[in-house]
């Protein structure tokens, strides 16, 4: 064990310790018995059947089978034996939803087509995320949240009425682990390729009277995947720490308080693009050129020297929640939100050894805060209702610096001699909601549900896409008649000169003359009414139908890139999505067999995309885009079986039509296109997962079992138009387990592997300044995991 991890497990102990939960020593010498499931576990149902998952979906525990949604969960045990750390992880196994690597390590996930690529911190997503009802508004946010989680539920479809603005995709909740009234403790050690080591642990149990606790640590270090194409270094270390603490204090038998701080660091290297093809911006030479194409080989990448990847990001969250039973049927409830995220980081590319488009730093923070106040009645009874207030603010600050001597711009009479620029975002965002929900039994069979939000979400910006570098006596700066050169080229318009670290942003702030010179500073005001309706009717105990109607908006947002003109900063105004749904829910042979399938069509307007413009400096240049209509069509069929004692069976597939109907922009290459009929960039027209776990006695103490996963998607594109060289191939990956566990259920030991056929795959390809890059999924991986719990 290296000293590093050692010192990081010596880490998570002192924040464990500083966390402030004791659980009392009395407690470990006691004859615990195991603890009581919680209610939010999986039910089992008494039979050889596949046991009940019971969901949140509609801010109530509900059993899955019962909701008519399509909703995808996995539970602990998956997560645990698939080495489910990751939400990449997560994408491979749900049909339909599509994890994308990006330049500045901000994951961007795609649901049913429905998605968001947009890389900087500011930017909410289509497909929301929380943990225990608690938001994580912004991608960036979610990284490490994904440790000690007692499942994970993958909401389809617009969820606007219930989870707000930002989830027109759907919404993925993580579910924690909670405190235990008896105690409890568990840890495991894995230990995989690229000499990986990974520890978690936890204890949970009663602190005193009526105050439960659980602390739980994840710790990860290693050695590099990758390595550079055209000299000995290595890049990909992970290095990663993460905490949470959760206290359950049931004041009163009718006033309940769950506490959950948690917190973790980021220090692991970014993962480096694959440089693809030389597309310079200006037409002069760059010794980019001389750069190979990269091999079809995932742990091929190359960076510069000068700029070694590197990150240094941290959160940390803290979230109260608090239910008061006003009656035995109405509780109120209260759920109050703080995260703070800080970013620091050196994510480079341009997949190339020379400092052509390099991103030298990367910095940011979020401060994140919000409040819902809801009240929720009916119990079991016929009507079951639920309404709300919701407040979130938001404040996000980012600057990127660029670095280019090596690239074409470098070679432009205004930047001739410059380092290369920089550009910066201040945007604050207030959401304001109110929220109802109800539903309706008809008689035993049916069941009217209807939903309404009413949202305002007021945004403003201040940035700057191009900052002077330079001083008028520094001739290695953007040169001084930087900003008439501009003028120049929007018509001689005059324009006072810019001074050293000074914005030089030109052009009409407003759209209009008269014309300025400084940052640009615009308000976004907006609001909307998501809605839903719908009926479930079960024509017998063991079958669901449901037909749905719903509609979500995203909110609108302004970018954070560079720019040397105010347009290419406008912002994008929000999107709607209306979704028509049909499906089933069906159980057969006393749950031994569950076949769920739905049908669904998008009527997608003003979908925001980030596709391209022309700028008077740097050419064709990234920008949001509002596509004014698209549509989406799909269904979707999950099956799983257990034929025989010990065997589990499962297969979920996804088809989706995706396509652009209005829409005329600038192509990848600058030019004026109309892409009507044009595909939805990440968004396979066929995903399939298939499952497949066997358990079996050994002995009277041990059992053994195996397990295999597949996961399939059709080609795709990253870029509108599908020009070929943004294609990303069809590909299928395989996982494997084996191994052993007591039938106590304390000790578990087993082999686990990740693309154990090692077969290249891409999930992004992307058009930087002079080339095009790709980000190709991981390699083979593998391990060994062994786990202890006490009970």
């Known amino acids: 064990m290296s000293p590093r991890f050692t010192a990081k497990l010596y880490q998570a102990s002192r924040l464990l310790c500083l966390a402030g939960i004791t659980i009392p ?10 603890a009581a499931p919680s209610s939010a576990e999986a039910r089992d149902t008494g039979t050889q059947g ?21 909703i995808q969960a996995i539970g602990d045990t ?11 992880d997560v994408a491979n196994a749900v049909p339909g939803l599509t994890f994308t690597e990006t330049e500045n ?22 497909v929301s995320i929380y943990l225990d009802q608690a938001p994580l508004p912004f991608p960036a946010q979610t990284a490490l949240t994904l440790f000690d ?7 389809k479809g617009p969820q606007g009425t219930l989870f707000g603005n930002n989830a027109t995709g759907g919404a993925i909740n993580y579910i924690a682990n909670k405190p235990t009234a008896d105690f409890s403790a568990g840890t495991q050690l894995t230990y995989g390729r690229f000499n990986t080591g990974q520890v978690d642990g936890f204890v949970s149990g009663p602190i005193s009277g009526a105050l439960l606790g659980r602390i739980a640590f994840s710790v990860t270090e290693g050695e590099g995947w990758q390595h550079s194409q055209t000299r000995a270094d290595t890049n990909g270390k992970p290095d ?17 308080f769950e506490l959950n701080v948690n917190g973790w660091h980021d220090g692991s290297e970014p993962q480096q693009p694959q440089d693809i093809k030389y597309q310079p911006t200006f037409p002069a030479y760059s010794p980019l050129i001389t750069q190979p194409p990269a091999p079809n080989d995932a742990r091929v990448a190359d960076w510069p020297a000068a700029y070694e990847p590197r990150a240094h990001d941290d959160l940390v969250q803290a979230f109260i929640r608090a239910d008061y039973d006003v009656t035995p049927t109405v509780t109120i409830t209260s759920i109050t939100n703080y995260i703070h995220y800080a970013r620091d980081e050196t994510p480079n590319a341009d997949g190339s050894k020379f400092i052509a488009n390099d991103v030298s730093q990367n910095t940011g923070w979020i401060e994140s805060y919000s409040q819902e106040l809801r009240v929720a009645g009916g119990g079991a009874g016929p009507f079951r209702w639920l309404g709300g207030l919701n407040y979130s603010g938001d404040h996000v600050w980012e600057r990127d610096t660029v670095s280019w001597p090596d690239g074409t711009p ?18 604050k965002m207030k959401n304001y909601a109110a929220f109802a929900h109800g539903e309706y039994d008809i008689l035993n069979q049916l069941t009217l549900k209807a939903g309404v939000r009413g949202t305002e979400a007021d945004r403003s910006d201040n940035s700057c896409g191009i900052y002077y570098r330079g001083t008028p006596e520094d001739p290695n700066g953007i040169i001084q008649n930087f900003v008439a050169f501009t003028a120049a080229f929007l018509g001689n318009r005059p324009f006072s000169p810019v001074g050293p670290n000074q914005c030089a942003l030109t052009g009409p702030p407003n759209g209009t003359p008269p014309y300025a010179t400084g940052p640009f500073v615009r308000d976004l005001n907006e609001h909307n009414v998501s809605w839903s309706a719908g009926v479930d009717w079960k024509p017998a105990d063991t079958i669901l139908t449901y037909a749905n109607v719903a509609r979500g908006f995203k909110a609108g947002g302004f970018p954070t890139l560079p720019a040397s003109y105010y347009a290419a900063l406008a912002p994008v105004t929000q999107e709607k999505v209306t979704d028509y749904e049909a499906g089933f829910k069906a159980q057969f042979f006393g749950r031994r067999l569950l076949v769920d399938g739905a049908a669904f069509y998008y009527d997608y307007t003003d979908k925001q995309l980030k596709s391209r413009i022309i700028d008077p400096l740097f050419g064709v240049l990234t920008a949001l885009v509002n596509i004014p209509k698209s549509t989406i069509r799909g269904a979707e069929l999950d099956v799983h079986a257990r034929p025989l004692a010990g065997l589990d069976i499962g297969v979920a597939g996804t088809y989706l039509d995706a396509r652009i109907d209005r829409f005329t922009g600038v192509n990848q ?23 497949v776990n066997y358990e079996h006695p050994l002995s009277d103490a041990w059992s053994g079992f195996l397990g295999a996963q597949v996961t399939y998607r059709t080609k795709t594109t990253a870029a509108i138009g599908s020009p070929s060289l943004y294609i990303m191939p069809s590909y299928s990956v395989v996982d494997l387990q084996a191994g052993v566990a007591s039938q106590e259920g304390r000790w578990r030991a087993y082999l686990w592997g990740k693309n154990v056929f090692n077969r290249f795959y891409v999930n992004n390809i992307v058009q930087q300044e002079d080339d095009v890059i790709r980000y190709t999924g991981l390699p083979l991986t593998y391990g060994i995991a062994v786990s202890y719990r006490f009970r």
């Open 50 to 70: 596949i046991a009940e998952i019971v969901i949140t979906a509609n801010k109530r525990e509900e059993e899955s089978s019962k909701v008519g949604l399509t």
């Open 105 to 126: 390590s901000t994951p961007v996930y795609t649901l049913r087509g429905v998605g968001f690529y947009e890389t900087s911190l500011a930017a909410y997503p289509d």
């Open 240 to 256: 990663k720490i993460a905490v949470r603490t959760i206290l359950d204090w049931h004041a009163t038998d009718a006033l309940r």
């Open 149 to 155: 989680i007692q499942r994970v539920e993958v909401l």
């Open 669 to 691: 290459i600058g030019q004026v296109a109309d892409f009507a009929g044009s595909a939805v960039p990440y968004t396979p027209k066929v995903a399939v997962s298939g499952n």
């Open 410 to 427: 470098a070679t432009f009479p205004l930047f001739a001699g410059s380092a290369g620029n920089s550009d910066d975002s201040n945007q």
């Open 25 to 34: 020593a009395t407690t470990f010498a006691e004859d615990a018995s195991p």
């Open 78 to 88: 998956a997560l645990e034996q698939q080495h489910v750390t990751t939400l990449q």
